[in-house]
T-cell receptor, first 111, second 113 residues
């Protein structure tokens, strides 16, 4: 089955903690994206990567970091510098015709 | 600032009716347009994409694009309660070669039995 997986589905973070969200795809897509969605708001781009070993900041990169060491994987770290991290985090990869396909998401809550 | 605008709704239609969802965009150079459906608590899923002016049909869904008016719409025929969701419009950002999508805030659709 081809697709995008994200883990964990739910994540709880204490104040001052760094947490890492996993995103894996077996679609052989070069480009991958991380979005954040808050209630009643649209998708906001955090980081994106168009190819292995390269990534760019999106619109709201502060307090986040990423790596892209393998084509299949694009993990996102939410650092303690992110002051309001509670949100729904979505990972996507880009296929033909610029179409983006999404994983099931990770819901992060700060305790 | 490039923008994609949608009426937030909620748009309420009776079961079996046609639901019409609208989206306008500011970047006249945009070439690719996408409609996604997002159920509450779930991730967006692609419904349709359209690149050329005119209509594109897929089952009960029809996307309509008018580049001169910078307007793209989604029609859902024979609406079902299972179509109740938020519909997101997205447009390719033509700046540079980043191929990012610019997203609207979504229109909430409620189909009433």
């Amino acid at each position: 089955d081809g697709g995008i997986t994200q883990s964990p589905k739910y994540l709880f973070r204490k104040e001052g903690q760094n947490v890492t969200l996993s995103c894996e795809q077996n679609l052989n897509h070069d480009a991958m994206y991380w979005y954040r969605q808050d209630p009643g708001q649209g998708l906001r781009l955090i980081y994106y990567s168009q190819i292995v070993n390269d990534f760019q900041k999106g619109d709201i990169a502060e307090g986040y970091s990423v790596s892209r060491e393998k084509k299949e994987s694009f993990p996102l770290t939410v650092t303690s510098a992110q002051k309001n991290p509670t949100a729904f985090y979505l990972c996507a990869s880009r296929g033909g015709g610029d179409t983006q396909y999404f994983g099931p998401g990770t819901r992060l809550t700060v305790l | 600032q490039k923008e994609v605008e949608q009426n937030s709704g909620p748009l309420s239609v009776p079961e079996g009716a046609i639901a019409s969802l609208n989206c306008t965009y500011s970047d006249r150079g945009s070439q690719s347009f996408f409609w996604y459906r997002q159920y509450s608590g779930k991730s967006p899923e692609l419904i349709m994409f359209i690149y050329s002016n005119g209509d594109k049909e897929d089952g009960r869904f029809t996307a309509q694009l008018n580049k001169a008016s910078q307007y793209v719409s989604l029609l859902i025929r024979d609406s079902q309660p299972s179509d109740s969701a938020t519909y997101l419009c997205a447009v390719i950002d033509n700046a540079g070669n980043n191929r990012k999508l610019i997203w609207g805030l979504g229109t909430s659709l409620a189909v009433n039995p």
